[in-house]
């Protein structure tokens, strides 16, 4: 007795594992962008706020004139 029957139930067998096969890179390609697009976003959003202390902590000049 064999593991396939016949050759029907092996292409099904093959079939299914790369449909399996096929989601789990879908799904692995999924957490590689997002974790990208996250640091990207981190990046940006670090940059604005270093801007912003830079703009913040530059004494204005019309401020020391008495």
């Not at 139930?9 to 789990?24: Q, S």
């Not at 974790?35 to 902590?57: C, G």
Request: aromatic share 8%; hydrophobic share 45%.
């Amino acid at each position: 007795m064999s593991l396939f029957d016949n050759e029907i139930e092996l292409k099904d067998a093959i079939r299914d594992w790369l449909v399996y096969a096929l989601l789990f890179v879908v799904l692995l390609g999924c957490i590689v962008g997002f974790d990208a697009l996250k640091n990207r976003l981190l990046k940006m959003v670090r940059e604005r706020v270093k801007e912003r202390q830079n703009s913040t902590t530059v004494p204005d000049s019309n401020e020391h004139k008495v």
